[in-house]
């Protein structure tokens, strides 16, 4: 599986983006799709999950209402809304697919950052 995240850049405080994660290759293995992040000098976190069959979400709390993952099945794309954006959500987000067979993130995109502005 081949992830391809991009979406990400520059914004003030308050403002909006949308990241895109488009997934290809061996994609019939996949059971969802994930974001997550890693700010400098900071562990890699979770930021929210979508399973393909039946879209259920699920989010960290630092994002909850903020935040919403979506996914178009047909293209093998996920997304992440970002709305009402603090500076402390500034960071390299990835995305990551869940494998059907192990219910773990086996493959991951290169990331896209993300800065906003105070």
């Known amino acids: 599986v081949q992830l391809q995240a991009f979406g990400g850049g520059l914004v003030q405080a308050g403002g909006s983006l949308r990241l895109s994660c488009a997934a290809s290759?061996?994609?019939?293995?996949?059971?969802?799709m994930g974001w997550f992040r890693q700010a400098p000098g900071k562990e890699r976190e979770f930021v929210g999950s979508?399973?393909?069959?039946?879209?259920?979400?699920n989010y960290a709390d630092s994002v909850k209402g903020r935040f919403t993952v979506s996914s178009d099945n047909a293209k093998n794309t996920v997304y992440l809304q970002m709305n009402s954006l603090k500076p402390e959500d500034t960071a390299v987000y990835y995305c990551a697919s869940r494998s059907s067979v192990s219910l773990s993130y086996d493959y991951w995109g290169q990331g896209t950052e993300v800065t906003v502005s105070s």
């Open positions: 979508i399973r393909w069959s039946g879209g259920r979400t």
């Open positions: 290759g061996r994609t019939f293995s996949i059971d969802g």
